[in-house]
């Protein structure tokens, strides 16, 4: 891993990737323990919560 690659990690692109997968991964557990119920309404909630953390 070079120096370029360890600053994508750490800024833009890295903390956007991670953001982005652990908003993933809540609303997947949250469809898991709701049985799927309300599916659009978890996935809404994503893309809200991805774009202020995007900012």
Do not use: F, P, R, W
């Not at 908003?23 to 994503?46: C, F, L, N, P, R």
């Amino acid at each position: 891993m070079g120096l370029d690659d360890l600053k994508n990690e750490l800024t833009g692109e890295g903390v956007e990737k991670a953001s982005d997968a652990g908003i993933e991964k809540a609303g997947d557990v949250v469809e898991t323990k709701t049985g799927g119920k309300g599916e659009a309404q978890i996935d809404k909630g994503e893309d809200v919560l991805d774009a202020k953390i995007g900012e």
